[in-house]
């Protein structure tokens, strides 16, 4: 008897228990894309992912950035390719359990595996497929903006509507730090962009166009104190050479300063790993029954990690997850000029 199934995931609320057919844990675009392509192919889909939005690093670091990689769209915003995937897999129903982190693996007595979240969600499914990127990424902090953390002091710039009108001073050289400068320059009052060195990570064509913005950079310098009330209001700069220091208006420091990734709880599930990748073979499945993976979290000969590639690889989980569900069905499912609208 097939376990795939035209009813939607079912929940208990009382117990927080989801049945489904297939559970993606990370919602960035190979997870999104797996989302849809699991829909098309007539399995419900849960999708699990500590951040509390879709779109992963993307949406994260870079929603506003150009991205020109992704094939047939000569370039394309970050914020607008993770919308167009929400919304290619939204015909299917999926089930969205966003800030919750992916915490334990069992399996059940007919060998589904079994995931409970941090929050105490148990999802029941039919086969897993990891998609979790870089794994769990944290920011680093601020050391001296901690206190105003949620009261001006922010990691990633979500709207960048919302810093318009404000003074806004940025902390880091690398990619993330200039791309913030820039999306906020036509916005904001003021941008100030404060970094410990004369050297920049950042692509120097960003640079220059900060520049050329008239975007202040205060190199070897580095912020001192954060002021304010309720919410911020001053930014301490100190020069770390002739430690003078400049008092500036802010209502808004965004600390680029970079992440710390690692695995979390999926490096103690018993998966197979390479260097913090998730070892996988030509189907995508990993050493653990019915647990695939897909994406930049993946490792094998020849690997490439590009947003397309992790496209390609997710179908191939998904395809070879569904007859594992269902031992009738086919691992090609046709392509989607075949099926009725």
């Not at 993606?24 to 829909?39: E, N, Q, R, S």
């Not at 002091?153 to 820039?182: C, K, L």
């Not at 913090?276 to 990690?305: C, E, F």
Request: aromatic share 6%; with cysteine; proline share 6%.
């Amino acid at each position: 008897m097939s376990v795939l199934s035209d009813m939607p995931v079912t929940e208990d609320e009382s117990s927080r228990r989801i049945e489904t057919d297939v559970l993606i844990i990370g919602a960035g675009p190979a997870g999104l894309y797996g989302t849809y392509y699991a829909g098309f192919r007539g399995l419900r889909v849960a999708v699990m992912d500590v951040l509390p939005q879709c779109g992963g690093q993307i949406s994260a670091m870079y929603p506003e950035k150009p991205i020109f990689d992704i094939a047939g769209l000569p370039s394309v915003r970050g914020r607008d390719l993770v919308d167009n995937l929400v919304a290619q897999a939204e015909p299917y129903g999926p089930v969205y359990l966003l800030g919750e982190r992916a915490a334990e693996l069992s399996h059940d007595a007919d060998g589904r595996p079994v995931v409970r979240s941090d929050q105490g969600t148990e999802v029941h499914a039919g086969a897993v497929v990891i998609t979790g990127g870089v794994g769990t990424f944290t920011p680093r902090p601020l050391p001296a903006g901690e206190a105003f953390l949620g009261r001006g002091q922010i990691y990633f710039v979500a709207q960048p509507a919302d810093h318009t009108d404000r003074d806004v001073v940025i902390v880091g050289g690398g990619d993330s730090a200039f791309d913030w400068a820039v999306t906020l320059a036509p916005v904001a009052r003021s941008v100030t962009l404060v970094h410990r060195t004369d050297r920049f990570r950042a692509h120097r064509a960003t640079v220059e166009k900060a520049r050329d913005l008239g975007i202040e950079i205060l190199a070897d310098s580095e912020v001192s104190a954060l002021h304010g009330t309720s919410h911020l209001e001053h930014v301490e700069i100190r020069h770390r050479l002739d430690r003078t220091t400049r008092l500036l208006p802010a209502q808004t420091v965004v600390a680029a300063l970079g992440f710390k990734a690692d695995l979390g709880p999926l490096q103690h599930w018993g998966l197979t790993l390479r260097a913090r990748r998730i070892a996988v073979d030509t189907r995508m499945a990993t050493n653990i029954p019915r647990v695939y993976a897909a994406g930049d979290i993946t490792d094998y000969p020849g690997k490439v990690r590009l947003i397309s590639v992790g496209f390609g690889e997710v179908a191939t989980a998904v395809n070879n997850a569904a007859t594992v569900i269902d031992p009738e069905a086919q691992l090609f499912p046709g392509h989607s000029t075949e099926k009725e609208n």
